[in-house]
């Protein structure tokens, strides 16, 4: 690291002696990328600042929440206003309901609705429902989406045609992942197979109706009404794990943008406002089947932290706005054209592939197309290292692995985008001498 970084530095050191991996969440330590991260003073609008005072343009966004842009005034007021009158009181407050309500308004397979605390959470949860509601144990879910740190979600591929889970990470017992069945996203084919296989077994199918965790990728063309009919046609329930891309890709989310029902949704990030915030929704019937009301057990100290509730009121305020989602696109149209060309110019067309679904995108250093996870993993790693730290020089802050979006937010003007592709033109060279050497 430079010595532009040298408080971030000594501030990692330190925070290595207390901290595991000097991190709360692995992905922050750079590991997949070198050097000791950045450490952030502050940041407004599509502005971040680090401790040695460098300015970024962030397109990190917190991983999604920050639509608007960092430290809005609307939503840096309701914060105030809410913990004026307290944190957390362990009791129902009115503005649990009012935002419960503005999502049920926004997504209509949602009926009902249960805060959490994260996204974790909020799938452990849906999946504990879904078995719950259908009495059914097998969970599918796709290679390469991530659905937060659950034991029966992280899971790779065993052995055997039947794909069956077995745990990605120590500490996870196999009964644990016993029930996870894993299929490749966008291979209908092969989750028939295994609906041939394990169909009246199956509690129900989760999957990221665009995948963020593989870098960004779409659904194919009838991907997602084709899950839907394998659902309807044994009896599951399709999970839309919307935790990234509810309220990012279009104010109803994915199912708006695919118009595919879900019928449990995750929601993460973006609702939270940036605080704390995880819920699950879908309609009264599978809903009711928690507790207080039915017998599936759910529950947590700061679920619908009224604080944390005013944040993402706030926020889903400013969303409904006429042409907010209309303008967000044009600029990340702009941003990818952009960047799409820096790579032309360092000679990389036909070597990079841009995935983009409204304001999220990846840049993959792969033959396109990039439409799975093996496709994404083909994503050369030291280019990409390479890329991640000219950017960064070039003051744009992207996330530290290749298999993150890019998030752009309300904040982010013209002259963000230009400087984004002003730092790639020497970023994509850099990546090119690694990709040629
Ligand atoms: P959290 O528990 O991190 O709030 O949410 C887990 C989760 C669930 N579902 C989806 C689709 C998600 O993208 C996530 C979390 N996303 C990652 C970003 N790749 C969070 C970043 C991190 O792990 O630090």
């Known amino acids: ?108 397979s949602i009926e009902k609705i249960r805060f959490v605390s994260s996204g974790t959470e909020a799938v452990m949860s849906a999946v504990r429902l879904a078995r719950g509601v259908t009495g059914r144990e097998k969970i599918v879910k796709c290679v390469g989406c991530y659905h937060g740190h659950a ?55 989760l999957v990221e109706p665009v995948a963020g965790n593989m870098g960004v990728i779409a659904p194919a063309d009838g991907y997602l009404p084709g899950l839907r009919k394998l659902c309807d046609d044994c009896g599951a329930l399709l999970i839309f794990d919307e935790v990234m891309t509810g309220f990012r890709v279009s104010f109803g989310g994915a199912q708006e943008l695919y118009d595919v029902r ?77 960047l799409e060309e820096a790579a032309g110019a360092a000679g990389l067309s036909g070597r990079v592939c841009f995935n983009r679904v409204g304001s999220m995108l990846s840049c993959f250093f792969a033959s396109p197309p990039v439409t799975d996870y093996a496709s994404a993993t083909a994503c050369d790693p030291e280019a990409f290292k390479a890329y991640f730290h000219a950017m960064l020089a070039g003051g744009v802050f992207i996330a530290p692995s290749r298999f993150e979006a890019m998030f752009l937010s309300a904040a982010h003007d013209h002259a963000d985008i230009d400087r984004a592709i002003a730092a790639a033109k020497k970023a994509f060279l850099a990546a090119a001498e690694v990709m040629n050497a």
Do not use: C, W
Request: glycine share 14%; net charge negative; hydrophobic share 40%.
């Open 151 to 205: 034991d029966a979600l992280l899971v790779s591929a065993g052995s055997g045609a039947t794909t069956l889970g077995v745990p990605s990470s120590p500490g996870i017992p196999a009964g644990a992942t016993a029930d996870t069945l894993l299929v490749n996203f966008n291979d209908l084919p092969g989750a028939r197979e295994t609906f041939d296989a394990f169909g009246d077994r199956i509690a129900g199918v």
């Open 1 to 108: 690291m430079s010595d532009r970084h040298e408080n971030s530095r000594r501030a990692f050191e330190r925070a290595e002696r207390v901290l595991v991996g000097g991190v709360n969440s692995p992905v922050r330590a750079f590991g997949a990328v070198g050097g000791s991260p950045v450490f952030i003073a502050s940041a407004a609008g599509a502005h971040i600042t680090d401790i040695d005072g460098n300015e970024y343009v962030d397109y990190v966004g917190s991983y999604g929440p920050a639509i608007l842009g960092h430290a809005q005034p609307e939503v840096i007021a309701a914060i105030a206003e809410a913990i004026e009158r307290g944190t957390s009181y362990g009791a129902p407050t009115e503005v649990e309901t009012l935002l419960a309500g503005a999502i049920v308004e926004a997504i209509p």
């Open 262 to 338: 879900a019928d449990i949704t995750t929601l993460g990030k973006i609702i939270g406002g940036g605080m704390p915030v995880g819920a699950f929704g879908g309609p009264g019937e599978i809903m009711d089947h928690l507790a207080p009301k039915g017998p599936v057990y759910q529950a947590g100290t700061l679920s619908g932290n009224p604080v944390a509730m005013a944040a993402g009121l706030a926020t889903l305020r400013r969303l409904r706005e006429k042409d907010f989602y209309e303008t967000i696109e044009k600029k990340s149209a702009t941003l990818a054209f952009g």
